[in-house]
């Protein structure tokens, strides 16, 4: 059974720093692209970076440039998410998740595997 577990969401001040972190079971993180969704409160889910299987190539929606950085770490089947200088606007319940596609993946529904999130609160 397939299952990711995040973890390190919590409430910060504008400008802080939070790491989440993904652990996998069940499958191998080297043979997934994994990616970073986030939705906010009344708002749709939205696509905030992703990371290929090699872990060579990433892709960020431009809200998040130059302050998050997504990284996997395949020895311990996690991949990890920096977010530096966070906003209020951050603020979302933020989710991992698998694909079996190799590549660059940003559509929700291309993803095979969720987790349950975890609540990531900035305050001004």
């Known amino acids: 059974q397939v299952q990711l577990v995040e973890s390190g969401g919590g409430l910060v001040q504008a400008g802080g720093s939070l790491r989440l972190s993904c652990a996998a079971s069940?499958?191998?993180?080297?043979?997934?692209?994994m990616g970073w969704f986030r939705q906010a409160p009344g708002k749709e889910p939205e696509f905030v970076t992703s990371?290929?299987?090699?872990?060579?190539?990433?892709h960020y929606v431009d809200s998040v440039k130059g302050r998050f950085t997504i990284s996997r770490d395949n020895s311990k089947n996690t991949v990890y998410l920096q977010m530096n200088s966070l906003k209020p606007e951050d603020t979302a319940i933020y989710s991992c998740?698998?694909?079996?596609?190799?590549?660059?993946?940003?559509?929700?529904?291309?993803?095979?595997?969720w987790g349950q999130g975890t609540q990531v609160t900035v305050s001004s």
């Open positions: 998740a698998a694909s079996r596609l190799m590549g660059i993946v940003t559509r929700r529904n291309r993803y095979d595997y």
């Open positions: 990371i290929d299987w090699s872990g060579t190539v990433t």
């Open positions: 069940g499958l191998t993180t080297s043979d997934h692209t």
